[in-house]
């Protein structure tokens, strides 16, 4: 029997980048039985996202870099999650100064406004696969070597370092999640984004694939209502604090493997041609998840083939558009 989530109730809590993809389905999760803030300048995000929940949340917004305003959002809440972000490997070689300021300068700025704050219960960090690097042996746990690849990975990395520095000098109540290949309804299909999402949203568009390299290189992709349970577990259960967990399903599916599964699911023929491999992305990725089962009760429950059926039918409704998170 897969263990259940320890629900949140009558909390005061911050979702930063609250109006992105994950973000903004953590809010909807939490949004009725919480108190709920939401910081975000919705350079990513946008309101479309809360329709669920907008009539049940304070709007807060604003800038992660802006310390005045993350003190002042801080310190009307007990728990934390941490997913305002510039997100992307290809998109942060195109700005790696701007990409530094929001993942580092942004982090910053939050743990300063927590040493502040003695109510403070958990700060849940969304972190990435990303800073493994190209796998040096499969599955990845979480002692794997850190080799990160791109100025994305680089920061996601030195934010996480910061915030266990913090934790360890501090004293913060501080958990970070590694997602991998994450996607579901609401996320961003523009070129920086999961090979899912474009490719649905080119099938919907009936316009043909493109793929960086053979197709062979695999990936462990990870459903959003599977992130939404990990976030919940590692702000609640006592012994995530201090401690990093993988969170993805331990599965794996090369890109030709996914473009079947999407000509299965949508009765689509989807073309597609070959394009060379592109710098700063890894070929291989598959995570070991035995911590976060262990220490969180995290159960994956959502396979590749279902997450799709219901991305595809979300986007069928207007459920991803370009340039959200």
Not at 9 to 23: C, D, H, P, Q
Not at 183 to 197: F, H, I, K, L, T
Request: proline letters at 4%; aromatic letters at 8%; one cysteine or more.
């Amino acid at each position: 029997m897969v263990e259940q989530a320890t629900e949140l109730k009558g909390k005061n809590i911050l979702v930063t980048g609250g109006a992105g993809f994950i973000g903004s389905h953590i809010v909807d999760r939490l949004a009725p039985d919480n108190n709920v803030f939401l910081l975000d300048n919705l350079f990513n995000g946008s309101l479309d996202n809360l329709s669920k929940s907008k009539d049940m949340i304070t709007f807060v917004k604003g800038d992660i870099r802006d310390k005045e305003l993350v003190a002042e959002t801080v310190a009307r809440v007990e728990y934390i999650f941490h997913l305002a972000a510039h997100v992307g490997n290809i998109r942060s070689l195109k700005d790696p100064y701007f990409d530094m300021e929001v993942n580092i300068k942004g982090m910053l700025n939050l743990l300063e406004a927590c040493r502040s704050n003695p109510n403070l219960k958990r700060l849940v960090y969304s972190s990435s696969g990303a800073i493994f690097g190209e796998a040096k042996y499969l599955p990845i746990d979480e002692e794997h070597p850190l080799n990160p690849e791109s100025p994305y990975a680089v920061s996601k990395l030195a934010a996480e370092k910061y915030a266990f520095a913090y934790h360890k000098v501090y004293g913060l109540p501080v958990t970070a999640v590694r997602y991998f290949n994450a996607y579901g309804p609401r996320q961003d299909s523009s070129e920086y984004a999961n090979a899912v999402s474009i490719f649905l949203s080119r099938t919907l568009k009936g316009e043909p694939l493109t793929v960086f390299g053979d197709g062979e290189q695999t990936r462990d992709f990870i459903f959003i209502s599977d992130i939404v349970n990990a976030n919940v577990l590692a702000a609640t259960r006592p012994a995530a604090i201090g401690e990093i967990f993988n969170i993805s399903t331990g599965e794996v599916h090369s890109i030709k493997q996914l473009i079947e599964i999407i000509r299965e699911v949508t009765g689509k023929e989807v073309p597609y041609s070959h394009q060379p491999f592109r710098k700063g992305e890894v070929k291989h990725s598959k995570a070991n998840i035995d911590k976060a089962k262990k220490l969180l009760g995290y159960r994956p429950q959502t396979g590749l083939k279902e997450g799709i059926r219901l991305t595809w039918e979300a986007m069928g409704r207007g459920g991803n558009k370009d340039g959200r998170r």
